[in-house]
Nanobody, 123 residues
Framework: QVQPVESGGGLVQAGGSLRLSCAAS????????MGWFRQAPGKEREFVAA????????NYADSVKGRFTCSRDNAKNTVNLQMNSLNPEDSAVYYC????????????????WGQGTQVTVSS
């Protein structure tokens, strides 16, 4: 299994929280970074967050700073995305991916992608 696997999506009311998890095997690792992206219908895939397996480095899109937290659980080989204060604009399919090279904010810099998990925030 090379592709990471996301879980934890669902339906939540505005102001609520969800926690996404991304499970990856050692074969999935290319570099130390794992990224989260999202794509809403009719929109391009956009960067959400990235964090390192060894910890210490995190990056966030301006739209989620202060609300989302990217973290890793090395014992479980998972990278998590805690999403708080959700609003309807956060509704999208969320993907995790393994960073390969280039700008971490660009989806073209990532190689292996999960199948995505749907997040829907109702108003």
């Amino acid at each position: 299994q090379v592709q990471p696997v996301e879980s934890g999506g669902g339906l939540v009311q505005a102001g609520g929280s969800l926690r996404l998890s991304c499970a990856a095997s050692r074969r999935t690792f290319i570099t130390d970074y794992m990224g989260w992206f999202r794509q809403a219908p009719g929109k391009e895939r956009e960067f959400v967050a990235a964090c390192t397996w060894r910890g210490g480095n995190t990056n966030y899109a301006d739209s989620v700073k202060g609300r989302f937290t990217c973290s890793r659980d090395n014992a479980k080989n998972t990278v998590n995305l805690q999403m708080n204060s959700l609003n309807p604009e956060d509704s999208a399919v969320y993907y995790c991916a393994t960073y390969e090279s280039g700008n971490i904010y660009y989806y073209t810099s990532y190689k292996y992608w999960g199948q995505g998990t749907q997040v829907t925030v109702s108003s």
